[in-house]
């Protein structure tokens, strides 16, 4: 079946093939976020360690998926060879960075909004932070896709393939994550899934400016993937754990976060 997923997105234009694997990691986190109408709440300890899970995720794919292939594909050698993945990596947290401080938002388990001064509401705001973080997932296998096509053989499409259901295991939880708690604030359940699923669009849109800018700009690939590995790091260390550290039972998101972590580096390297 794989073999076969690949094949067919071999056939592909590169922005066509990380449009769909973008909708497809924006279908999950819909998939995730439409668990709504089925329950009326979530246990807040499996909804910590869901998010520990994500962190786990993002932090190996960060490693092996983006930053491993970034400095194996640089030429030269020593400090040579490293420099484009540390300055790739350095504009990519600097990046959510700046979004941060631009952007007002709202995170899961915090009352005090973020950013400048709003009057938007509170299930706006917390949209707008889930999709923060969903942009540099969409971005690196965007990246990815456009790697494969210039053809670089560090950049595979398995392995595009591959980020892009590592990032959708993660965000069906994300999902999750985003619905239950806008539900638990008086939204209808069909409001609490829009904004839920809205979180992701993000994704398939960061996507295609992935695979467009290194598919027209090939030289830049190698500091693609560390800015993506960058994003994705900061915003697991910013958002994804301090948000999972607001409760009692915090051993709990960190046991899922050894299992997000084990679950994707396993698939990455087995797969990948």
Do not use: C
């Amino acid at each position: 079946m794989i073999d076969n997923l690949i094949a067919y997105f071999e056939t592909l234009n590169p922005i066509v093939a990380a449009l769909i694997a973008g909708l497809f990691t924006w279908g999950v986190t819909a998939l995730g976020a439409a668990s709504v109408f089925l329950f009326k709440g979530v246990n807040k300890k499996l909804l910590n360690g869901m998010l520990g899970f994500t962190g786990g995720v993002m932090i190996a794919a960060s490693f092996w998926s983006l930053l491993a292939p970034a400095i194996e594909m640089s030429e030269g050698e020593s400090f040579e060879k490293v420099m484009p993945a540390a300055i790739g990596f350095l504009l990519g947290a600097l990046f959510i960075f700046g979004l941060d401080k631009l952007m007002p938002h709202l995170h899961l388990n915090f009352l005090k909004t973020e950013g400048p001064k709003s009057s938007l509401h509170r299930t706006t705001l917390l949209t707008i932070a889930i999709a923060l973080h969903n942009i540099p997932e969409g971005l690196a296998v965007g990246v990815l896709f456009g790697g494969a096509a210039a053809g670089h053989s560090e950049a595979t499409i398995a392995g595009a393939i591959l980020l892009a259901m590592g990032i959708g295991l993660q965000n069906f939880p994300e999902g999750i994550a985003v619905s239950m708690p806008l539900r638990r604030m008086g939204l209808s359940r069909r409001k609490s899934f829009q904004y839920g699923q809205m979180s992701a669009i993000v994704e398939p849109i960061f996507a295609v400016l992935g695979a467009w800018a290194v598919a027209f700009f090939i030289p830049i690939l190698p500091y693609a993937l560390a800015f993506a590995a960058g994003a994705m790091i900061f915003v697991v260390i910013e958002e994804v754990i301090p948000e999972t550290q607001q409760e009692e039972h915090s051993d709990i998101p960190m046991l899922g976060f050894v299992l997000g972590f084990v679950v994707m580096m396993v698939l990455d390297v087995a797969l990948g």
